[in-house]
């Protein structure tokens, strides 16, 4: 079980990602265990029998959140009694406060928009809490991003048109951020206290029962003996990783640990290893079924099905993914690296035989997100499924056989029919019967802590996520109580004569320096706020907007001088880190187009249009990606000369633009391209031979 000793070792807080992405990694104490617990405990309790209403699950939500950010810091402040109960002083103000909603929640209904001294007080405290976990748990970049907004709404009618506004009361702004749903416990906040959460500790239980090691056995036995098969596993791992884990960079710090070095081993240099896996693991949180938390975000948002999302996603980031893939392969071909010998790559059918029960969760959580399930129905009965394929395999496996299998299996589906019909008390009275039988089997009890470290693991792992979407909540509030919005699109439309490929160029390089600072989630949802709209007037559609800033909303985190994913590669890999944040750009390079060609052509999202125009854009879209990624590497079947890489760059472009005929020009440049590259090539490659 998690260590709970009080004799472990203090780390620094430079160990803590700035963008908190991995909350607390390597410190563990007994009271952050136990909040974990019940933090986790009342989520579960709150999704599966809704015994509260609405905003006070967003504000306990947002108290146990700001709990666990303090309580982390006063194990962090061991040795240091001012440290820790001055953390401990905040994380109870928090807790206790975030009960005012379920206490006061008639009266703040009877008295809405007229906020008594009480109200103003409480509220003032509470967004003051959220300003500064936020501040210790990423640093000052969003923090004070979330300042100006704050600054501006009460200081904004000084300012001359058109950004200035009408001017606004201390206790209107006081209400907009903390009495109602316009603020910090807005759409984010709400969609991190119900569909995240779920989704966040379903993806920590497969990982404690041994999902990564089946998916890096999967990597190895299709791709370790390819061509540059070390860092082809490491993307198809992290692209497994990502359909359980929304993290980019909690995959960083999981999957890397076992492809870096096997990469590095196989020759591959240490910076180009750090920018593969990084590349690789930013990319799951576009990857369905399981992504990102801003997927959720964005499918309250647009007030469109989850599966929806998944749907316009899913071609994209298998683009991502080949494009990196090809990335790699190229790379490769130019350093003359070579794959893995077969004999020592597991076999990825022994792998599935061996833990093939760990798919079936996932399997009935892709099942009802597609059958158009809500996530939060799809996310409990995943995480009961979880719970009980988990503990009942071990049941199975240590006392019963091939009978006691057949005997489980045969429970489990009773069960899950039973399920419809009678609710969700017959998964818990199960799962509590597996618990209650494991502590009494060989082997069991370790089952049941490692049941409760997923508790633990999860409740940590959302964390950071919960913080920032809390925090972002008064940038919303900002937007919608002053219209600052409007007058941004505005400006916006100025500066790019109304042009849509030069507002897609502005749209991306405002993602990419957002993103370096800040996490993804505050980047997608200012960017999306502000551009979107902008964006639908001019003809795409609104999911497609979305899905553009998204996109390079995670790409900022390759991008130096921040590049917070490409940082932690570099640690791992012991590499310099600019140089693996621009190893990493370049690996991501060729899919850089895929936003784009989007744009132009929403079939490639599914959104519009027929199968056919769906197979035609996909197939440019690779090609164009294959262009793309030969003229950054200067390789194709042999290295690539200078004007052969201009004209590859060229043949990418035309078939990007959107424009009568360069589909045609592009199609024939890049065939009499590699025809002609491929003749000159030759005689390498029958000397290869």
Known sequence: MTSMTETEEVIDTSEIDTKGEVFGHGVESRPLFWIAIAFSTFQIITAAYSPLSSLPVRSLHVGFLLLMVFALYAAMGRGNPV???????????????????????????????????????????????????????????????????????????????????????????????????????????????????????????????????????LALGTVGHTKGGPAKVAVVTSGLMGTINGSGIANVVTTGQLTIPLMKRFGYRAEFAGAVEATASMGGQIMPPVMGAVAFIMAETLNVSYAEVCKAAAIPALLYYASALWMVHLEAGIAGLHGMPKDQCPSALSALKRQWFLMVPLAALVYLLLAGFTPMFSGTVGLALTAMVILGSSIAANIGGILGRVVFWAVLGVVSSAFFKLGINVFMVAVAALVAVNLFVKGGRETVRMTVRGLVEGARSAVPVGVACTLVGTIIGTMTLTGIAGSFTQGLVSMSGGSLFLTLILTMIASLILGMGIPTIPTYIITSSLVAPMLYKMGVPLIVSHMYVFYFGILADLTPPVGLAAFAAASIARAKFFTTGWWAVRVAMAGFVVPFMAVYDPSLMMVSGSLLDTTYVLAKALVAIALWGAATIGFLFTPLALWERALATLGAFLLVAAIPWTDEAGFVLSALLVAWHWWRSRPALLKAT
């Open 83 to 217: 440290k820790v109960a001055t953390a401990w002083v905040l994380g109870a103000a928090a807790m206790v406060l975030s009960l005012y909603h379920l206490i006061y929640e008639g009266d703040l209904v009877q008295r809405s928009g007229d906020p008594s001294t009480t109200d103003l007080v409480v509220g003032t405290i509470m967004v003051l809490l959220v300003f500064e976990a936020a501040r210790r748990l990423m640093g000052w970049a969003l923090p004070l991003l979330c300042m100006v907004f704050v600054a501006y709404a009460l200081f904004g009618e000084v300012l001359p048109a058109p950004l200035g506004h009408r001017g606004y009361g201390y206790d209107q702004i006081v209400n907009q951020y903390f009495l109602g749903t316009e603020g910090i416990f807005g759409i984010p906040c709400y969609v991190s206290a119900t569909y995240i959460f779920l989704f966040i500790l379903f993806g920590s239980f497969l990982e404690q029962a041994g999902m990564i090691r089946l998916f890096t056995d």
